[in-house]
């Protein structure tokens, strides 16, 4: 089973900082997902990526899969960026099954 | 809304019961997941299937859980003898698996939280 870790688990930062959450993995995989979760519950796929670095909008995501290594950026923060990110691996290694989860990194954004 | 609906939305039962939730995916959707999530931490896989038949399966599926997609659309989700350390939300996801690809991406539904008694 791939044990996947996240850091940090809470972050505050002030509207405008630069945001940075980590995550390791345990089993090497073909992609590693990043979501979003408000409260509430509601999940939202962010990114899946596989290899180098994806953007969309202010969100950054990178993947070195030789260390097992990801981290999302978020630049310009704003309030509305509070919410909780999750990073997951598939549950075997590989890409095509389910998803073992981070513990999450609880984000807040004050004005 | 990602597409993904789960039926019901919450649900409270006591000790002992069965209680059995839904999970309508995306229509084209050939994979559909099962997770448990429990306040404070992060989603924990349970099963997945691919169209009608279930691929894999967590230890964490006891043999008081069965899933089930019979007709590789919709499927259910039923937990016996409910315990109360079974409360949880209990989210589904559906992604949908082309031929040759390796890895997909998973589009979950609002969850269905349970409170046993």
């Known amino acids: 089973k791939n044990e996947v870790e996240q850091s940090p688990q809470n972050l505050t930062a002030q509207e405008g900082e630069f945001i940075t959450i980590n995550c390791s993995y345990s089993v090497g995989i073909s992609a590693l997902h990043w979501l979003q979760q408000h409260p509430g519950g509601g999940i939202v796929s962010l990114f899946m990526?596989?290899?180098g670095k994806k953007k969309h909008g202010r969100l950054i995501a990178t993947i070195n899969i030789q260390e097992k290594h990801s981290s999302l950026h978020i630049t310009a923060s704003h309030p509305r960026d509070s919410a909780v990110y999750i990073c997951a691996a598939p549950y075997s290694g590989g890409g095509a099954d389910g998803l073992t989860f981070g513990k999450g990194t609880h984000l807040i954004i004050q004005p | 809304d990602t597409g993904v609906s789960q039926d019901p939305r919450h649900k409270i039962t006591k000790r002992g019961q069965n209680v059995t939730f839904r999970c309508d995916p995306i229509s084209e959707h050939n994979r559909l997941y099962w997770y448990r999530q429990t306040l404070g931490q992060g989603p924990e896989f349970l099963t997945y299937f691919q169209n009608e038949a279930q691929l894999e399966k967590s230890r964490l599926l006891s043999d008081r859980f069965s899933a089930e997609r019979p007709k590789g659309s919709f499927s259910t989700l039923e937990i016996q003898r409910t315990e109360q350390g079974d409360s949880a939300m209990y989210l589904c996801?559906?992604?949908?698996?082309?031929?040759?690809?390796?890895?997909?991406?998973?589009?979950f539904g609002p969850g269905t939280r349970l409170t046993v008694l």
């Open positions: 990526l596989s290899s």
């Open positions: 996801a559906s992604s949908l698996r082309g031929r040759g690809s390796s890895y997909n991406e998973q589009f």
